[in-house]
């Protein structure tokens, strides 16, 4: 039976964030117990409970490894059960936690050609010693199946396949146009299944709309983690807090004719969980009418912490 952590839940920045002093960054950081914290987007997957693959490591990864004992260094002076990564795109927030497992720890990275070359760009990710941890490239379409440092497969196989977004903030070239230079490689969806035939489960953290084709390939599917930023389109320029809507920042909105609660409705999906979550998005408050319309439209709120199996 695969195993699914969700190691962080929320949106760049985490919630509370560090320099927000919105309604619900305040009343997390007051302690109220609607208002749960929650660290930035990550999870970890694993077929045997033993060895495991990071989806996205966010910059709270030191403290969200901390958090969790399967996560442990076990039988060992050093070592730990991340065995690789893989990132669904090159944003600050799932890519940067990279750093953290620098310590001398053998795994792979895997992502598309463009996100690994973002990494080889930027010499900092060098501290990432290359005899111990290879940069392995995914291929968009082709299923794989990862393997630890040692080629050992991991037990899962992984397809990854564009879906609608935008390249990284800090990559964005004004001059290229309404896409900022985007291309297919830099916002990327998985599907992860057990390779003993179990049934699996979808991972797009990020995703800017729901054509048709992405709602056909999710329809029916056991379980769905989806991009859940922001409750309405121009949340971030309605709170104070932001100059850009979901759209331009390459997100869905939940709420709305066009928002992904009613894009998913009649999919027959078997559980949809909301995650990376910004922390303006009322759902994040467990006392809010917006909260209590996600969970009557049957979405769960993914927070830190969360066990899953599809």
Not at 180 to 207: K, R
């Amino acid at each position: 039976m695969m195993h699914i952590l969700v190691l962080g839940s929320a949106a760049g920045g985490g919630f509370p964030q560090w320099n927000c002093a919105c309604d619900g960054c305040r009343r997390a950081r007051s302690g109220d117990p609607a208002a749960r914290p929650r660290t930035q987007s990550s999870i970890a997957v694993s077929a045997d409970g033993k060895r495991w693959l990071l989806l996205n490591a966010s910059p709270d990864l030191g403290a969200q490894l901390l958090a969790q004992p399967r996560l442990h260094p076990k039988g060992m002076v050093r070592g730990n059960p991340i065995a690789a990564a893989l990132l669904t795109n090159a944003d600050i927030d799932h890519a940067a936690g990279l750093l953290t497992l620098r310590e001398s720890h053998p795994f792979a990275v895997y992502a598309t050609p463009r996100v690994l070359g973002v990494l080889a760009a930027n010499s900092v990710f060098n501290v990432l010693n290359p005899a111990l941890v290879e940069r392995r490239p995914l291929t968009l379409g082709v299923p794989f199946r990862p393997a630890d440092a040692n080629g050992k497969p991991l037990g899962l196989e992984v397809e990854a396949f564009a879906v609608p977004g935008k390249v990284a903030l800090y990559l964005e070239d004004a001059g290229a146009g309404p896409g900022f230079g985007s291309q297919p490689e830099d916002t990327v969806a998985l599907h992860v299944t057990p390779t003993d035939g179990g049934e699996g489960f979808f991972y797009i953290p990020g995703c800017a709309a729901l054509p048709g084709w992405l709602a056909d390939r999710l329809r029916g599917a056991a379980l769905v983690l989806f991009d859940g930023t922001t409750w309405t389109d121009d949340e971030m320029i309605r709170t104070g807090t932001g100059s850009k809507t979901a759209a331009r920042m390459g997100h869905m909105a939940m709420s709305g004719p066009a928002g992904s609660i009613a894009a998913f409705d009649g999919l027959g999906v078997r559980r949809k969980v909301f995650i990376h979550i910004n922390n303006t998005n009322p759902v994040l408050l467990e006392d809010t009418p917006e909260r209590r319309a996600a969970e009557a439209a049957g979405w769960c709120i993914a927070h830190d912490g969360l066990e899953l199996t599809p």
